[in-house]
């Protein structure tokens, strides 16, 4: 992934200045020591600066990681820890910052050697608190050197998003299609997350698309593309205008980034699209996409966040999908009944038009998009991606803003069955458990649009944790409940 960023850990020890600061000196070095043993090394920089006891040391400290070039912290508590000072530290440095705290090592050494630190988490959560500070504590987090390398590990994501959202731009063509309010987009929590938006009209892009004809890339764009269809390559004679499409977005991207780091895009793909391009755009997306930099289509930007989020958290690419269909009862009886344990309301299936990346599909085929050429000439309709999604771990999740500017998101975690579709489009039977309380009590009642993103492999524990450090709160955050615990809308007499 070439569009997200690389997290450097500052790890930055304290001490209370009335317990025996070698307790965070030696604990320091041994979770360092631990961390470079399980995971790489380069995740992390250990700060050797001092053991930050007083708001001096707190400002030598940030100075030095800072120096350093690390854009995340974890303030580790080697005992009791200055409440103030260490409290200060998550709040001045610009980044996102975990709190972890050593757990007591001997009964043989409870004296001197006693630190107290899972007293002080507390006083520094109510500090964190006084101050309005969106900082990460895992769910328990007091543990060994061993155990609170780990915890840093699963920090490691979570930072990921949290820095790259800091530094996106998203790039809009067009308004929403007719019909799509479910996709609105209040700017306004856009900002709050430190997310820059640039929107533009479809004849900006049209225009741009029109001076990249005859560009000398596009021979070199056409065999790459050949090269990654194979077989599937069943419309050869559109992918000139394909490439000519891809290094419009792709120059775009170069010359509006601005002072951004990082990019998203999203599209009004159709249905004035087709006619005047002469193509659908989902296969340069599924390429884009590919790269981690994510496409959404029928201009969903909060779609294309949520894809940001979920590449930063995956480390791979994402997808994005209509909530779209049930699986038939004949499907369901032939091939997931006795097979798999799930009631079939647990199931579902999840479509778009073909913007699913290659390396995501068990077979595919570049081709014409059947609904669209159900109402317009094939011609115009060619350039989507089909095929059944591989099957494996996934997780469904979206961070949307509603109507009046309250973030909401969900998460639930399931999988891709290995059944065939025998449909069109980029397409899969998902079962996530308890799927059809999860439809009507969350996304139904939580008034979501039918986009959801998909991530590949299970990433709930990480997303849930990004959703409420950049604001998100927890009652807002919808998941799959089991079947002993109702929703809050759910009627108990049903």
């Known amino acids: 992934m070439n569009n997200i960023p690389k997290v450097k850990i500052g790890i930055v020890a304290v001490s209370r200045d009335c317990f025996p600061e070698s307790l965070s000196v030696n604990r320091r070095k041994a979770l360092v020591d631990a961390y470079k043993a399980k995971y790489d090394a380069e995740d992390i920089y250990e700060c050797p600066v001092c053991i930050v006891e007083s708001e001096i040391h707190m400002v030598q400290a940030l100075e030095d990681i800072k120096a350093a070039g690390c854009n995340a912290l974890v303030v580790y508590l080697g005992n009791f820890g200055p409440e103030i000072s260490e409290t200060l530290l998550a709040k001045h440095f610009d980044g996102p910052a975990m709190f972890v705290a050593a757990a007591e090592e001997s009964q043989n050494d409870l004296s001197d050697g006693r630190g107290d630190a899972?007293?002080?988490m507390l006083n520094a959560s109510y500090n964190l608190k006084l101050r309005n500070i969106h900082a990460y504590i895992p769910e328990y987090p007091v543990g060994t050197a061993s155990e609170c390398a780990d915890m840093i590990h699963?920090?490691?994501?979570?930072?990921?998003?949290?820095?790259?959202?800091?530094?996106?731009?998203?790039i809009s063509f067009g308004p929403r299609p007719l019909n799509f309010l479910a996709c609105n987009a209040p700017i306004k929590q856009l900002y709050n997350l430190g997310v820059e938006i640039e929107e533009n009209s479809e004849l900006d892009l049209f225009e741009s698309f029109n001076k990249h004809a005859n560009d000398p890339r596009i021979p070199d764009v056409v065999k790459d593309m050949e090269q990654e269809l194979g077989e599937g390559n069943k419309k050869p004679e559109v992918l000139p205008k394909l490439a000519q499409y891809e290094l419009t977005l792709l120059d775009w991207v170069e010359a509006h980034r601005g002072?951004?780091?990082?990019?998203?895009?999203?599209?009004?793909?159709?249905?004035?699209?087709?006619?005047?391009?002469?193509f659908v755009p989902c296969y340069v997306n599924s390429r884009l996409t590919g790269r981690g930099i994510p496409v959404s289509c029928e201009?969903?930007?909060?779609?294309?966040?949520?894809?940001?989020?979920?590449?930063?958290?995956?480390?791979d690419a994402v997808t994005l999908l209509d909530i779209n269909n049930s699986v038939p009862d004949d499907m369901y009886e032939e091939s997931i009944k006795g097979k798999y344990n799930y009631t079939h309301k647990d199931t579902f299936m999840g479509?778009?038009?073909?913007?699913?990346?290659?390396?995501?599909?068990?077979?595919?085929?570049?081709?014409y998009q059947k609904i669209m050429a159900r109402s317009l000439p094939v011609e115009v309709t060619n350039g989507t991606l089909e095929g059944d999604i591989v099957p494996g771990d996934i997780t469904f999740y979206r961070l949307q803003s509603t109507a009046d500017n309250i973030l909401r998101a969900y998460v639930a975690e399931g999988e891709i069955l290995p059944v065939a579709t025998k449909s069109f489009g980029g397409i899969g039977v998902f079962a996530i458990p308890e799927m059809g309380r999860f439809y009507r009590h969350v996304l139904i009642e939580g008034n979501y649009p039918h986009?959801?993103?998909?991530?590949?492999g299970h990433h709930g524990k990480?997303?849930?944790?990004?959703?409420?450090?950049?604001?998100?709160c927890p009652d807002e955050i919808g998941y799959n409940h089991p079947a002993s615990v109702p929703y809050r809308t759910e009627n108990p007499f049903a």
């Open 118 to 120: 899972y007293c002080g």
């Open 154 to 170: 699963d920090f490691v994501p979570i930072a990921r998003a949290v820095v790259g959202l800091k530094d996106l731009k998203i």
């Open 259 to 278: 002072y951004r780091k990082y990019v998203a895009l999203t599209s009004k793909c159709w249905p004035a699209f087709q006619t005047q391009f002469g």
């Open 299 to 315: 201009v969903d930007i909060y779609g294309t966040l949520s894809e940001f989020i979920g590449t930063c958290v995956s480390n």
């Open 351 to 367: 479509f778009h038009c073909g913007n699913t990346c290659s390396s995501k599909l068990s077979s595919f085929n570049m081709k």
């Open 451 to 456: 986009h959801g993103a998909v991530a590949f």
């Open 462 to 472: 990480a997303l849930f944790e990004v959703f409420k450090l950049i604001g998100v």
